[in-house]
């Protein structure tokens, strides 16, 4: 099964029911507030709001998780390296400062938040939508594409470097750290690219043939009624006061 | 040009980018309703001709025109997309939408057709190959043969009066291959296949156009030039033994 971020697309709750671009706009400008909190507090109370907002989408907090696992890991290192402090003179010498580690940990709430909040932005409405309503909000239209058909062949092209591996693997290829492991999946990563750019080409001719113009036309119809201003206003007040609280009040 | 033509190749060459032939100076008519193959080993251009018939590609020389309009006037090719439609080798390429049904209904929305009637055409397109009920199903879970109907419906949908196909059998199980000759067969559409399979086009084309090195080098039915074994060997093609029985004549030998 593939990690498709919209597979909880067709439930129903509060979320899903927010039309696609104000909500775009909602959680972008929250993203934005947790991207800018500068004091642990304020973001574990991000943290909290994200997660308030995950479980009224009704999306699976395991499903989420288990995303956010590999973000987990990407942040892990910075628990070690920031605290470190290495000055070169007048002599070589290394610092551990504890202070530093208030710096990973608000670092780690953020991204957390962040990556929590992401799923009931994007992954309660098919992303075809999410992307047709960026294109409506004024986003580039080739910008647009691009992440769409990312998304739509990422899947494809998994498919095809893990066929590629079991191929390597069938004839007795055993993958390791060494030089001729490293060619092979350079090999392989090269092929993948190759592949994709061609394919990419055949995709926009059979695109162009059934009259794509370069504008994305659905059935959705944006029908924004006053329970979708509501809701961006609450998500919004929230950012305001997420903010407002890490400059005057919090920690 | 008659005004039963639907396509016509006149001395059409075309090169690809890295200098590789595609055609070199083709000539082919499609008469309106009628079933088209286009037989001939791999490298003969059989898709370069399709993809040059709906102005994918630029012709280096050479005329082609679609139901009487020179493709090289403006908006010509995108007048002839709206009564031409093709239906790829390779369905992942051509069935790219979050749904079946938002893939079906593509191509009708990107000509302009009121929500209502679009909707319709796509129900339509998926009753006519079967898909009923697929509507919501994620096209790159579906197997093979599905993704290949769903390709044909995003194609039908459109309505075209010629459909061009590109190795529609390849890759297919037997019970599809079966399903998707039956549909062939029973269409009302001007085609024109591209194919390896001689079964195809003994039993659903009217007529074949053989194919070598870029040119046609022979057109006539079916049964003519599927049977000639020693031309069909010239031309870099093997007659499959238990074609002669398919087609009820006596074996040859060259």
Redesign the interface.
């Known amino acids: 099964m593939h990690p498709e971020i919209d597979r909880y697309a067709h439930i129903d709750s509060p979320i899903h029911r927010w039309d696609p671009g104000l909500k775009i706009v909602g959680f972008g400008v929250f993203v934005v507030a947790v991207a800018l909190l500068s004091k642990p507090a304020s973001a574990f109370v991000g943290l909290a709001f994200s997660f308030l907002l995950l479980s009224a989408s009704k999306i699976p907090v395991p499903f989420v998780l288990g995303r956010l696992k590999f973000l987990l890991l990407a942040l892990a290192p910075f628990f070690l390296l920031l605290p470190v402090t290495v000055v070169s003179q007048p002599e070589w010498s290394v610092t551990w400062e504890w202070s530093r580690e208030w710096l990973a940990l608000l670092l780690t709430l953020r991204a957390l938040a962040i990556g929590v909040a992401v799923f009931p932005m994007l992954g309660t409405a098919p992303f075809h939508l999410s992307m047709k309503a960026l294109q409506d909000l004024g986003f580039p239209k080739t910008i647009v594409q691009a992440v769409l058909f990312s998304y739509r062949y990422l899947f494809v092209y998994l498919d095809q470097l893990r066929r590629m591996r079991v191929a390597a693997r069938s004839r007795g290829f055993r993958p390791g750290l060494n030089r001729r492991s490293f060619r092979v999946f350079g090999y392989q990563v090269g092929m993948l690219l190759v592949t994709s750019y061609e394919q990419t080409e055949r995709i926009l001719k059979a695109m162009k043939s059934r009259g794509y113009d370069g504008t994305i036309r659905t059935l959705h119809a944006s029908r924004r009624a006053p329970a979708d201003w509501f809701k961006l206003g609450a998500v919004l007040a929230t950012a305001l006061l997420l903010t407002l609280g890490d400059r005057l009040w919090i920690g | 040009m008659d005004r039963m033509t639907a396509l016509s190749f006149g001395s059409v060459s075309y090169h690809y980018p890295d200098g590789t032939r595609g055609l070199g100076n083709c000539d082919l008519c499609v008469q309106t309703a009628e079933r088209l193959a286009l037989l001939g080993p791999n490298g003969a251009g059989k898709t370069t001709l399709l993809?040059l018939a709906?102005g994918?590609l630029e012709p280096d020389e050479g005329s082609i025109e679609a139901f009487g309009v020179p493709l090289g006037e403006d908006g010509a090719v995108?007048r002839a997309?709206?009564r031409m439609?093709?239906v790829?080798q390779?369905a992942?390429?051509?069935v790219?939408?979050?749904?079946v049904f938002?893939d079906v209904?593509?191509?009708p929305?990107?000509?302009d057709l009121s929500?209502e009637e679009?909707?319709e055409r796509a129900h339509e397109a998926l009753k006519q190959v079967g898909l009923e009920g697929y509507e919501?199903r994620v096209p790159?879970h579906l197997s093979g043969g599905e993704k290949r109907k769903v390709a044909l419906a995003?194609?039908l949908a459109?309505q075209p009066d010629l459909i061009l196909f590109d190795e529609p059998t390849t890759g297919l199980d037997p019970r599809g291959r079966i399903e998707l000759l039956d549909l062939l067969e029973e269409s009302e559409q001007t085609l024109l296949i591209a194919t390896h399979d001689f079964e195809l086009a003994l039993r659903v084309c009217t007529r074949v156009a053989l194919m070598d090195k870029g040119r046609v080098v022979a057109t006539g039915p079916p049964k003519e030039i599927l049977m000639d074994r020693a031309r069909l060997e010239t031309h870099g093609l093997v007659q499959p033994p238990w074609l002669p029985y398919l087609a009820g004549v006596e074996p040859n030998t060259p």
């Open positions: 993809l709906d994918l995108l997309r709206q439609g093709i790829f390779n992942d390429d051509q790219f939408c979050p749904t938002e209904i593509f191509g929305l990107n000509h929500p679009a909707h919501n790159q995003t194609v459109m």
